[in-house]
């Protein structure tokens, strides 16, 4: 399937190969999907390239088998936790009205940025243009003492990504490209009119927290705390005195923000039967709560806290939550909302197949995947209809 594009997404707790392509209504299609979880590793043991390595391969394969034929080409995922976002202005003082090569000038100066080493920029998004601080759509022409450009510059931490590159490169997998995951999280999963009025996304995983902030159309502000729903899990296994695979099965049994003291329908929910070896007994429901309760509320404190000391507690109107850390909590958003002061939806990909918090990451990047893909096929056919018209070797196009 020449259309048709792979991606891969390396979460803190699990891998994600996802192949797809455009339905005739546009959306994204899925053809194949392969999901693995790192084995017998906790927090950031996923990184080793061992682990890569097999759990890469045996989730190429489950991809493989599915969509029915081998892949040999991909588009990398890199996680929130290597990406970084400055907000950076290039500012011109022009004697004349403005013309097209100021703003040439101005994008170029916008763009630049110093960064460290093993850093480099991904993308580049522009903002707001300020004419004597005012903001204008076009400038050309008009006159003006001062001219500055906004722009939203995403950087990659080269480091992983050529890493994890090098080990889809020994699996025999070609990577055509890296797509930063947040800002893929808010192409796929927000809408323009949300980023234009100002929105958070918060995505939680296993291990991780993930924050994206939109103002004006554009990202603002990225984040990444290394706190997820295995603390959730961890915490119950401890408090209850159970497995950590019991313990994540019983904390879905949860119903954030129910008084189950005052609930007479919850009564013969109150005590849990769990099977430890020979041995069952009962654990208590509200204790369970209690546990999960105060570790989302800890999680999303934190991420209130970190984007209060930025100061941009003001430049967002609504929450969008997803991931699986958090978003599959029922009662998760009223609960959510009355910690975070804000309207909360879920995002969730509306995709057969995909529609679930916990694919949400790799059908972003997938997402993006198949518009890079289209954007370079429609460049193609343009450069193979003015070779064609025009008699011009191929040797000569770039």
């Known amino acids: 399937m020449n259309n048709a594009v792979t991606v891969i997404e390396p979460g803190t707790t699990k891998l994600s190969v996802l192949t797809c392509r455009k339905a005739q209504n546009g959306s994204l299609k899925l053809i194949g999907l392969g999901q693995v979880r790192y084995s017998g590793v906790q927090r950031d043991g996923w990184k080793s390239e061992k682990m890569l390595y097999h759990t890469l391969n045996a989730a190429i394969g489950q991809a493989q088998k599915m969509a029915g034929y081998k892949i040999n080409r991909c588009m990398l995922g890199v996680p929130n936790e290597f990406c970084g976002l400055v907000r950076n202005t290039g500012k011109i003082t022009p004697n004349h009205p ?11 100066l916008a763009a630049e940025y110093p960064l460290p080493a093993s850093w480099e920029i991904s993308n580049v998004i522009y903002g707001d243009y300020l004419a004597d601080g005012r903001p204008v759509d076009n400038p050309i022409g008009l006159s003006c003492r001062t001219l500055e450009l906004q722009a939203s510059i995403i950087c990659i931490h080269t480091d992983f990504a050529k890493q994890l590159t090098k080990v889809l490169h020994s699996l025999n997998l070609q990577v055509e490209k890296w797509i930063p995951v947040p800002l893929a999280c808010g192409q796929a999963l927000l809408t323009e009119e949300d980023k234009e009025n100002g929105v958070l996304l918060i995505d939680t995983g296993g291990e991780c927290t993930d924050i994206v902030i939109y103002k004006d159309g554009v990202p603002v502000f990225y984040e990444w705390l290394p706190l997820g729903g295995n603390v959730i899990t961890r915490d119950i296994a401890a408090g209850i005195g159970i497995s950590l695979d019991d313990a994540e099965k019983l904390k879905r049994s949860c119903v954030l923000g129910i008084d189950l003291n005052n609930d007479e329908s919850a009564e013969s929910e109150m005590q849990m039967p769990v099977r430890n070896g020979q041995h069952v007994h009962n654990v208590s429901m509200e204790l369970l709560q209690q546990i999960a309760e105060a570790r989302i509320e800890e999680i999303l404190e934190l991420v209130l806290k970190r984007i209060q ?3 941009l507690q003001a430049e967002y ?5 997803t991931g699986g850390g958090l978003a599959l909590f029922r009662g998760i958003k009223s609960f959510a909302a009355g910690i975070l002061n804000q309207p909360v939806q879920l995002g969730v990909p509306d995709v057969i197949g995909l529609s679930s ?3 949400s990451a790799v059908y972003s990047v997938g997402y993006v ?3 890079k893909s289209a954007g370079r096929k429609g460049i193609g056919q343009f450069l193979n209809y003015m070779i064609k018209k025009l008699g011009i070797s191929s040797n000569f196009i770039l």
């Not at 403005?98 to 170029?108: G, M």
């Not at 109107?317 to 939550?321: C, R, T």
């Open 317 to 321: 109107s609504k929450v969008i939550l």
């Open 357 to 359: 918090p916990i694919f």
């Open 98 to 108: 403005i013309s097209r090569q100021d703003l040439q000038e101005l994008r170029k």
């Open 309 to 311: 000391e930025e100061g």
């Open 369 to 371: 995947g198949l518009n």
